[in-house]
């Protein structure tokens, strides 16, 4: 099982990570929602809790629960810019489809 980051996503996660003093690593995970099932979420891991599990790409912790693990297993998240829109992009080889817009998912 695995987790990675390409370098521009570690980059911008370790920025990020470093202004955050409480900060134990990324969260990744997905919820219920839009048109597809499932939308991703990223936000600060500020624990980590005993169902986690816990990747390191490139020196940044990536803290995933166990009940989001099999739909998340494998991705590869990079980080980009498009017009004027930036952010993380995710490679998910479990994802089937996808919605127009691109912010929801069904595996």
Same mark, same amino acid.
């Given at each position: 099982? /695995?987790?990675?980051?390409?370098?521009?996503?570690?980059?911008?996660?370790?920025?990020? &990570?470093? #202004? @955050?003093?409480?900060?134990?690593?990324? =969260? &990744?995970?997905?919820? $219920?929602? !839009? *048109?597809?099932?499932?939308?991703?979420?990223?936000?600060?891991?500020? =624990?980590?809790?005993?169902?986690?599990?816990?990747?390191? /790409? @490139?020196?940044? #912790?990536?803290v995933?629960?166990?009940? $989001?693990?099999?739909?998340?297993?494998?991705?590869?998240?990079?980080?980009? #810019?498009? !017009? &004027? $829109?930036?952010?993380?992009?995710?490679?998910?080889? $479990?994802?089937k489809?996808? *919605?127009? *817009?691109?912010? /929801?998912?069904?595996?």
């Open positions: 099982m /695995s987790i990675t980051l390409t370098e521009q996503a570690a980059d911008h996660a370790r920025a990020f &990570l470093a #202004k @955050q003093t409480q900060a134990q690593g990324l =969260r &990744l995970g997905v919820r $219920n929602t !839009g *048109c597809s099932g499932y939308m991703y979420v990223v936000q600060l891991a500020d =624990r980590i809790n005993p169902d986690d599990q816990v990747f390191d /790409s @490139q020196g940044v #912790k990536i995933v629960s166990a009940r $989001n693990l099999p739909i998340l297993d494998g991705m590869e998240v990079d980080y980009g #810019k498009d !017009g &004027l $829109n930036e952010g993380f992009r995710f490679r998910n080889p $479990n994802a489809n996808s *919605c127009g *817009c691109g912010e /929801s998912f069904s595996v």
